[in-house]
DNA sequence: TGTGAGGGTTCCAGCAACGGGAAGGTCAAG
DNA sequence: CTTGACCTTCCCGTTGCTGGAACCCTCACA
């Protein structure tokens, strides 16, 4: 099959599947006679893969590895366990990071009126020296101080 | 002062504020006759913003809106607040797709041995054609069938 | 047999938001 | 006068693609 089908079939664009190509994730593919990359079953299974991964936030790093994984029959499920405990472990620290900037952001808005009077807390909150109390300011305060 | 005080002072590095300057978001700094940049305790203030701002997670198109209406003394506080809502809103968007994620990987992860053995669910998962229930296959599913 | 639509191919540019590093000018101290 | 710590500009690399230009291929239809 062609490339446009390859990519319907596995749901990555084609643009993305010749981009992976380029950047060594996938094999080279082969070629008709006028040039067009031919796709099999087994690729299209390969890229649907990488598709999956993809979506579960892995980097095309971490997918390379995983499939590298996928094909070594004679893998140990403990070393992809692994792999996802790292991606789990990553999310874990963005989810605390968002959480945070919201609570911060949300108890601005909670001091904001939020009418045409133009006094408004996140602002003066975002021009403070101290910054909005989103931790560790330490090291700017010590340098106002430094520079005084 | 220059550049190297005021990147200290602000918490936004030297080359940072050069990039700042490079794309418009502050304007463009007085030199010395040497061509050394040279700055205000008013731009160190500026910078300061920016860098709260950015630290909250807010993109430098919406730091140069937030700049905007600091600067203008004739703002509505509802302005301010409806950007910090919308950044709200995206954060909400992100930590729930990242909760979604996590549970799945934390799914696979319980199904898996963690072992010397092969078989591995996670990885079946991610070469499964449904592809691990993260949510609408839909379309995934109807090419298949489609290029059948 | 021409032709037009709808494939495919390559390469180049660009997005966000900087960071690294080269090549070179400047400044203050010893 | 030299040394080292600044400063300047410029360009490349990052991550993971996406869009576009310019060009070639294939197939159905008149």
């Not at 990071?97 to 408004?120: A, N, V």
Request: glycine share 4%.
């Amino acid at each position: 099959m062609n490339i446009s089908q390859a990519a319907r079939r596995s749901g990555v664009p084609a643009k993305t599947i010749r981009y992976y190509e380029s950047i060594d994730l996938i094999p080279e593919a082969d070629r008709t006679a006028s040039g067009y990359r031919v796709y099999s079953d087994k690729d299209v299974e390969r890229l649907r893969f990488i598709h999956h991964s993809r979506r579960l936030g892995f980097s095309v790093k971490e997918v390379a590895d995983l499939l590298a994984l996928w094909e070594d029959r004679s893998r140990a499920s403990a070393d992809v366990k692994a792999v996802a405990a790292r991606r789990v472990d990553e999310i874990d620290a963005k989810i605390a990071e968002l959480t945070s900037i919201r609570d911060t952001l949300l108890h601005l808005m909670d001091r904001c009126h939020g009418d045409d009077r133009p006094d408004c807390p996140i602002l003066d909150s975002l021009a403070d020296t101290r910054g909005c109390h989103a931790a560790e300011q330490e090291d700017e305060a010590e340098e106002t101080r430094r520079s005084a």
